[in-house]
């Protein structure tokens, strides 16, 4: 459903018109310009990385097992400072995916409550998981294994190059979203799935970004396990993990936002290939159909093998 909001008047749009069509090339060509400087400045680059990583490993936090549940959870209550700000800019109303779209406040009982309802659960596999990651010796592993409440996790002593971290976190991300359309699916098609643990994601009236984080303990669970899995897969080291989460996170609350932003990732990335905030918005709409919360390669195949049978 990719409608959008009028500038003026009651005049319809075309159907792929956006309002800041100027500014996604400008987008598009600030990505290839970062692109090719990181290609030209790769020493530098990786010098920077070898040092942050070095720093990382000494302090307390980085060591810790709650790590990665703290950043997260610093990363979302960063991020979701963006919807906000955009809703206090009236000229941006003309990305609006819809007139009603409107940010809603939650006070702060409410967020507090969001942090203990999100973190319980996560912290208590954070002390009884011992992490593995790829690079420590196994036999680090044997040894923490004997201990049933874990504080620390045991990580590699190098850090990863440039060329890892890049391909790590996209690989990561398209297993991710292949993975999560498939669950996401089966919590729209099961009548049972879908009541008891996926519903009340759907509880609302005009998208919002609060709705982002409005989940059942066991689809929260199950989202940030099947990115865990995803991340493994593909031996991501924890420097590439740290930075996988708040891109994670950032696609995730730009697809609840209910604006179709020009430096949107769908707007950026041509041809269709990422659903983004506009395809969201349809299936909160409806109900049904794009189910991946990145890319649509798998939406589209979904709906020609449905139609083709009818």
């Known amino acids: 459903m990719d409608r959008f909001v009028k500038s003026s008047g009651n005049d319809k749009q075309p159907p792929n018109y956006h309002?800041?069509?100027?500014?996604?090339?400008?987008?598009?060509?600030?990505?290839?310009?970062?692109?090719?400087?990181?290609?030209?400045?790769?020493?530098?680059?990786?010098t920077c990385i070898n040092s942050s990583y070095t720093y990382l490993l000494s302090t307390y936090l980085f060591n810790s097992v709650y790590f990665e549940?703290?950043?997260?959870t610093?990363?979302?209550?960063?991020?979701?400072?963006?919807?906000?700000?955009?809703?206090?800019?009236?000229?941006?109303?003309?990305?609006?995916?819809?007139?009603?779209?409107?940010?809603?406040?939650?006070?702060?009982?409410?967020?507090?409550?969001?942090?203990?309802?999100?973190?319980?659960p996560l912290m208590m596999l954070d002390t009884i998981t011992v992490k593995k990651y790829h690079g420590v010796d196994p036999s680090v592993w044997t040894e923490k294994k004997k201990?049933?409440?874990?504080?620390?996790?045991?990580?590699?002593?190098?850090?990863?190059?440039?060329?890892?971290?890049?391909?790590?976190?996209?690989?990561?991300?398209?297993?991710?979203?292949?993975?999560?359309?498939i669950i996401h699916y089966a919590l729209h098609k099961n009548f049972f799935l879908y009541k008891n643990v996926?519903?009340?994601?759907?509880?609302?009236?005009?998208l919002h970004n609060h709705?982002?984080?409005?989940?059942?303990?066991?689809?929260?669970i199950t989202l940030i396990l099947s990115a865990n899995f995803a991340l493994k897969v593909f031996n991501s080291h924890p420097f590439t993990r740290m930075i996988f989460i708040p891109i994670f996170i950032?696609?995730?609350?730009?697809n609840h936002t209910g604006y179709d932003m020009p430096f949107g990732l769908h707007r950026i990335v041509p041809f269709g290939m990422v659903g983004g905030s506009v395809k969201h918005f349809a299936h909160h709409q409806s109900g049904q159909g794009n189910y991946?919360?990145?890319?649509?390669?798998l939406d589209k195949l979904l709906y020609l093998y449905c139609h083709r049978r009818h």
């Open 198 to 206: 996926h519903r009340q994601h759907h509880e609302h009236g005009v």
């Open 147 to 181: 201990m049933f409440i874990q504080s620390t996790r045991a990580l590699p002593s190098a850090p990863p190059s440039v060329v890892a971290i890049a391909v790590q976190l996209v690989a990561s991300l398209i297993l991710y979203d292949a993975l999560f359309f």
């Open 292 to 297: 991946q919360p990145i890319f649509t390669y």
């Open 19 to 46: 309002h800041g069509q100027q500014y996604v090339v400008a987008a598009r060509c600030s990505l290839v310009f970062v692109t090719v400087s990181a290609i030209m400045y790769y020493d530098h680059i990786q």
């Open 250 to 254: 950032g696609i995730l609350i730009e």
């Open 69 to 72: 549940t703290f950043f997260a």
């Open 74 to 120: 610093f990363c979302y209550a960063v991020i979701t400072v963006y919807p906000w700000f955009i809703s206090k800019i009236r000229k941006l109303d003309i990305y609006k995916i819809d007139p009603h779209v409107q940010y809603e406040h939650v006070t702060f009982v409410e967020i507090f409550k969001m942090l203990i309802v999100y973190n319980t």
């Open 211 to 220: 709705v982002t984080n409005k989940l059942t303990i066991v689809e929260r």
